[in-house]
């Protein structure tokens, strides 16, 4: 239909959200999950014209209109026009996918857990054919997210200390985010031991498992920065209570957390002296960035080699082993799991 694209999907990775829907996280049934992808544009709709048949493209949850008070003002890429749609249809309000005779949900605008997908072009972002399918199905959510969070969205500052809570994909990029600026201490906090060699492998510098220390997560973190906690801190994990060992970790009157990682906890309580006393938290989706003006960004790097994801990938399955996918996620080894489609 106008305005939309319709691509044949070369790779898909699967990331924690899928698993949330997976278990009945937004009740939508029956669903094509996955919003990490890349395709080859096959069709295009009435309309397009900024992509053509034979793009390479990676589907996005959010959008960008660029002209919307938010896009206009430069300080979020929270897009009023093209916001994450968690309705499971098409912006229209129906659905492009059927088994069956009957119909399918999407999941927000990608369902890359197919060989094809339809989606708005407004979330989909052209980028250079000349990176890997594999590296590229990692930048349409997961990697972006954290590496984003730590180079555009809190800018962590050369020589600054950051602790990084949850070394899973989203953490392991906010890691490799804080290396690229210059941080001079990334202290990485997982309850899984071999996450550590995997830290340290992309760049941090000390590991704490909060399982074996013996007190609270922040407490080491302070002892680890001479007392005074670490400038930028990540929750990566979704756990409810390590967002509050996030924030004590951070120091007093300066520091930031960034709150990334989504779990089924909504509400929790907070130590309001910690923030009386210049502490600050902030929201971050897709790390800051904006699909159509900053993905590129990131392509480039790849490509240039100042960021290499070579080794982000554990393990790849193909399409038809789709449930091995979700079991393999869960080994203390894994890190980003690849469905070749």
């Known amino acids: 239909m106008a305005s939309e694209v319709r691509l044949r999907i070369l790779r898909a990775s699967l990331c924690h959200t899928d698993v949330l829907r997976w278990h009945g996280m937004q009740k939508l049934f029956p669903r094509v999950l996955g919003h990490e992808g890349v395709g080859v544009v096959e069709s295009v709709g009435e309309g397009v014209t900024d992509i053509k048949v034979g793009d390479t493209v990676i589907p996005t949850f959010i959008g960008e209109c660029g002209a919307c008070p938010n896009c206009a003002s430069g300080e979020t890429n929270v897009c009023r026009a093209y916001p994450v749609n968690f309705s499971g249809l098409m912006p229209d309000g129906t659905s492009r996918m059927s088994a069956r005779g009957h119909k399918l949900y999407h999941m927000f605008s990608c369902s890359t857990f197919s060989e094809y997908t339809v989606a708005s072009i407004n979330y989909v972002a052209k980028i250079d054919q000349r990176v ?109 209570t390590a967002l509050n060992e996030a924030v004590e970790s951070t120091k007093a009157g300066s520091g930031l957390t960034m709150v990334i990682g989504a779990g089924t906890q909504k509400v929790m309580p907070f130590n309001v002296e910690s923030f009386l006393g210049g502490r600050t938290m902030k929201g971050c989706l897709f790390g800051g960035m904006k699909p159509r003006s900053d993905i590129h960004l990131i392509v480039d790097k790849c490509l240039n080699k100042e960021v290499q994801l070579d080794g982000f990938v554990t393990h790849e399955v193909e399409l038809d082993d789709i449930n091995d996918a979700f079991k393999l996620l869960k080994l203390p080894e894994c890190l980003k799991v690849v469905i070749k489609i």
Not at 140 to 165: D, R
């Open 132 to 240: 890997p399918p594999t590296v590229a199905s990692l930048l349409s959510c997961g990697f972006t997210t954290g590496f984003g969070a730590a180079w555009k969205a809190a800018k962590v500052e050369e020589g600054s200390t950051v602790a990084v809570l949850g070394l899973g994909g989203v953490g392991i990029a906010v890691v490799m985010g804080a290396k690229l600026m210059g941080a001079s201490r990334i202290i990485g906090v997982d309850v899984n031991d071999k996450k550590k060699e995997t830290g340290e492998a992309f760049g941090a510098t000390d590991f704490v498992n909060p399982t074996e220390i013996g007190k609270p997560t922040h407490e080491v973190i302070r002892e680890l920065t001479d007392g005074l906690g670490v400038d930028y801190s990540f929750e990566c994990s979704g756990a409810a």
